[in-house]
């Protein structure tokens, strides 16, 4: 092995990038996830590549790892062009990527996880020495004799990091290093890039949605929003509201504009009397016959628990702009906090969502939505905080105590927790009200397939037949069977999660006009989404989290490209 | 093609192919089982030809053992009931999902629990045989439970615990009958003592209907078919099944769903486990064995209602005629036995009769898989969407 000082003189400049890319594109079916995209990264420096979900940031990476093959375009490594066909590739080239998620086996020591894919003799007492030296030599305290599962998620990180040090990379790619780990962790990561970067000469690309990292930790950073460049500067050239408009985009203005001016458009009642099967097709949202501002016909017996829709449909629609506080919140939650491996996950959250309005909750992935999401699904407990509903706190621990307390949710993935694929139609449909359609003890298969008929038909779910397997269902059918459960139970608030994900067009248009419908109906909804546009056309208030906790809520029509930007970074607007 | 296909473009061309979808592999199944049992059958003969025998005689003494005569129809039910109520509970538990796999053990205990009640509670009457078959059932389902807590507190897996528990529970049985204190049988005179307890009274045999030469059927038989009806409708037509299956197919909706998850796997596998039990007391009470306790007295019961359940695919009823067939394999092999065919080619041809069944419908699904270029229905679908993710 070479060490460390003559690698670094190699290395030093001729001052040609350490890694150049010449418009790179790449395509999925009709999806550019990357288009005509040039980079320099130069030795010796932190570049901070900034950009939104699917803003084209992992392909890129993907394709300099060799995980994905480029379509067009050329990879040069000093002044030779270079070709990465597979991973092996690019180690050869030294190119090291941290991944996101971490890809270490638990049940495994640090030594072992280290040496993982290496090949010949396993030496013990050797790759125990390499991880000390290496731990050492990069200030990255870790016991290679430790087990991985009872490390934190800073130390596994460490791991990670030593993982592809060791292979002594000469560019190092971080896909968002801190997203797990606290703010001591995430300083000392950067403190350890540093040294990697001055000390040795190596280059850096720090791939970040937050903009207090990009502008603190990196020497130049490049914007990518929709596949493509967008912006480069170096970093002190530059400001977060500068970075942050170019991440979010400039057209959000226009769209906030628009819906500022038609506040929440409601469908009006679509024409009567046409059959729903006939006119249902892809592109072209399903007419219904039933007037969508109608709460379910006989909404099922939830006497307790369940407020009646109709009482609250009578309060004003849309509170204009954020003075929602006058009614009591259908949908308040406070101080939520959740910790997961010591890395806080939700932080004190708190929102209210006032009966006929709909609440954005945007932000870039990974930001805390899921773990909101499960918990509103009753899949786990907070550390501390409550949920109120219509005003009454909700004993979480309870099973099915939100439900009970009318709140319906449609989850963000909807086959781990939204539907059984193999159970039928009907029983999806009748899941959460089992009781409802059973008499002396048994499931009534009439009442049940009276129940799913109905719903079927109001919410245009197209299946086989009701006795077929939510697995044989399109995917839009399939979230409009989970819709038309969670709806027809009354709810006083919804949940959406991610609503629209995986859907087509048709689909998606079909579940715009029932949330909005829902809302209208006096449904308190809570739409939790990446997608900007999604939330730009839905919502009256926009509440964006960064970090698991809210950084700022705004009333759509002033929700700018910069603001949003700033907020989503973590950065108070 | 699939209601789900991206070369569908009209709603209503989609709900054409939909409704053609699931009827065009309804008859591949129960074909490609009929060819694995004639394959089996045939597998079976030859190696009855190869190791010296002849498959006819030996399908004669099989039958002969089985079905030729009251006798031999009172002898197959004998061993249909135990094997029946076995099946019935392993269908409880693989439904909730929690594979409960330690029935044999469960078999033991809920005979040590009847025949500690059936020699040493001084009752005489019904009531004492009802009191057995209760504290079988209660026994073997606390058995169980503890697999369960095991699994709950330490989240220990079910399937090792509960085979694991089946040794525990072999010594548990072997120590009972081994000390005088507990259930080891009187010394008579001089006599050497055996490991087993002493036989039970008479107030604590299960009686059978019908007369010695004609055909008998035991209270047990009565009692495994009456637990398979009962199961069956619980599990299809109440509330309570209906939650049971959304556990077993997907437990994070199902506690989504509000189902209280632990407590509902906990119950199944206890309800698996006392029905192992009451198998145990009704081969304690039967005339199947000598009525007496023996640590060998579970006879492989516990593995072989496993067998039943799987071909039966978990569904009560159509345990009933697998049980029955394993019931003739069981009765019909010791007769061949006795011809001098090796007995465990009978082993071998249940193995292969079992495989014969099971392995079909995985064969068929991977076929039509395959056919239709590795897309299904369900999670396929989510095939175009995912190029979206990939950008990100």
């Known amino acids: ?573 | 093609m699939t209601a789900t296909s991206p070369g569908a473009p009209s709603g209503t061309g989609r709900r054409l192919l939909g409704l053609l979808a699931p009827r065009t592999y309804g008859w591949q199944t129960p074909a490609a089982t009929a060819v694995a049992v004639l394959a089996a059958l045939a597998l079976s003969s030859a190696l009855i030809a190869v190791t010296g025998g002849s498959p006819s005689a030996s399908v004669q003494a099989l039958y002969q053992g089985s079905m030729a005569d009251w006798t031999a129809w009172t002898s197959t039910l004998l061993y249909t009931a135990p094997l029946l109520l076995v099946a019935v509970g392993a269908c409880v538990s693989a439904r909730s999902g929690l594979f409960n796999i330690g029935q044999e053990g469960q078999v033991l205990i809920g005979a040590l629990a009847a025949a500690w009640v059936g020699l040493r509670l001084a009752i005489t009457g019904p009531a004492l045989l009802v009191l057995m078959l209760l504290a079988a059932a209660l026994a073997a389902g606390a058995w169980a439970g503890l697999s369960s807590l095991m699994h709950r507190l330490r989240g220990v897996n079910v399937v090792v615990s509960t085979m694991l528990m089946t040794f525990v529970a072999q010594q548990v049985v072997a120590y009972a009958v081994n000390m005088p204190w507990l259930l080891q049988e009187s010394r008579v005179g001089n006599a050497p003592v055996s490991p087993q307890s002493n036989p039970m009274p008479p107030s604590g045999l299960l009686g059978s209907f019908g007369e010695y030469p004609g055909l008998q059927v035991n209270g047990g038989l009565i009692l495994a078919v009456g637990a398979a009806v009962l199961v069956a409708v619980a599990i299809t037509r109440t509330p309570w099944g209906f939650r049971l299956t959304m556990l077993g197919r997907n437990p994070l909706a199902a506690k989504h769903a509000g189902v209280r998850v632990n407590a509902l796997g906990g119950a199944a596998l206890a309800i698996s486990g006392a029905l192992a039990g009451l198998a145990g007391a009704v081969l304690l009470a039967s005339p199947v064995g000598v009525n007496r306790l023996q640590p060998g007295m579970a006879m492989n019961i516990g593995w072989d209602g496993l067998l039943v359940a799987l071909v039966a695919r978990n569904r009560p009823l159509a345990a009933v005629p697998v049980a029955l067939l394993f019931g003739v394999l069981r009765s019909g092999g010791g007769f061949l036995a006795a011809t001098g065919v090796p007995s465990f080619l009978v082993d071998v041809v249940k193995a292969l009769l079992v495989l014969a069944f099971v392995a079909p419908p995985v064969v068929v699904a991977l076929a039509r898989r395959r056919r239709s270029g590795g897309r299904t229905a369900g999670p396929r679908q989510e095939a175009a969407p995912v190029a979206e993710e990939a950008i990100a």
């Open chain 1, 1 to 573: 092995m070479r060490t460390v000082d003559e690698r670094a003189r190699e290395l030093t400049p001729p001052s040609t990038p350490a890694l150049r890319l010449r418009g790179i594109s790449k395509r999925y079916g009709p999806v550019v996830a990357s288009d005509d995209v040039d980079l320099d990264v130069e030795h010796g420096e932190i570049h901070g590549l900034l950009g939104e979900n699917g803003a084209g940031k992992s392909t890129l990476m993907k394709i300099l790892l060799g995980l994905v093959q480029r379509d067009s375009g050329t990879i040069m490594r000093g002044d030779t062009p270079v070709d990465v066909h597979n991973p092996q590739a690019a180690v050869a080239l030294g190119i090291g990527m941290v991944h996101q998620h971490f890809s270490l086996i638990d049940a495994l020591t640090v030594w072992e996880n280290v040496i993982l894919g290496d090949t010949g003799r396993i030496d013990r007492a050797a790759a125990c020495r390499q991880v000390e030296e290496v731990s050492r030599r990069y200030g990255l305290p870790i016991d290679p004799a430790a087990r991985v599962d009872r490390l934190s998620a800073g130390e596994r990180q460490r791991v990670e990091l030593i993982k592809c040090l060791r292979r002594d990379p000469s560019v190092l790619i971080l896909d968002e290093p801190t997203s797990v780990l606290t703010q001591a962790e995430s300083a000392e990561l950067f403190t350890v890039l540093r040294h990697v970067v001055r000390a040795e000469n190596r280059a850096v690309i720090l791939i970040s949605h937050k903009l207090a990292e990009i502008t603190a930790a990196t020497d130049r950073v490049t914007v990518l929003r929709k596949g493509r460049v967008v912006f480069h500067s170096a970093t002190r050239d530059t400001t977060p509201p500068e970075l942050a408009r170019w991440m979010v985009g400039r057209d959000v203005s226009l769209r906030a504009e628009g819906a500022a001016l038609g506040m929440l458009p409601v469908d009006g009642a679509p024409p009567a009397g046409t059959a729903p099967a006939e006119t249902a097709s892809p592109g072209t949202p399903p007419s219904e016959d039933t007037p969508p501002t109608e709460p379910p016909a006989e909404p099922p017996a939830e006497p307790a628990a369940a407020p009646a829709p109709p009482a609250v449909a009578a309060a004003p629609g849309v509170p204009s702009g954020g003075a929602a506080t006058e009614i009591v919140p259908a949908l308040r939650l406070s101080g939520l906090t959740v910790t997961t491996d010591g890395v806080t996950v939700l932080s004190d959250l708190s929102l209210d969502v006032a009966p006929g309005e709909i609440v954005g909750l945007y932000g870039v992935e990974g930001n805390g939505q899921s773990t909101l999401g499960d918990l509103l699904s009753g899949l786990l407990l907070p550390a501390s905080g409550t949920v109120e509903l219509a005003g009454r706190p909700v004993e979480l621990e309870r099973p099915g105590a939100l439900h009970r307390a009318g709140l319906g949710i449609i989850p963000e993935d909807r086959h781990s927790s939204g539907v059984v694929l193999d159970m039928s139609v009907a029983e999806n449909l009748v899941m959460k009200s089992v009781g409802d359609v059973s008499g002396r003890g048994f499931v009534s298969r009439r009442k049940m397939h009276a129940v799913a008929r109905r719903l079927a038909a109001e919410f245009n779910i197209v299946a086989p037949s009701l006795d077929a397997p939510v697995r044989s269902l399109s995917g839009g059918n399939q979230q409009r069977v989970v819709l038309a459960r969670e709806l027809s139970a009354g709810p006083c608030v919804l949940v959406a999660a991610q609503p629209t994900h995986g859907l087509d067009v048709g689909a998606i248009e079909d579940m715009y006009r029932r949330l909005r419908e829902a809302a209208s109906g006096g449904v308190a909804v809570l739409l939790i989404s990446t997608e900007l546009e999604e939330v730009m056309a839905l919502a009256s208030r926009i509440a964006v989290i960064s970090s698991g906790r809210i950084t700022g809520v705004l009333p759509t029509a002033e929700a700018t490209a910069e603001r949003l930007g700033m907020l989503v970074g973590g950065v108070a607007a």
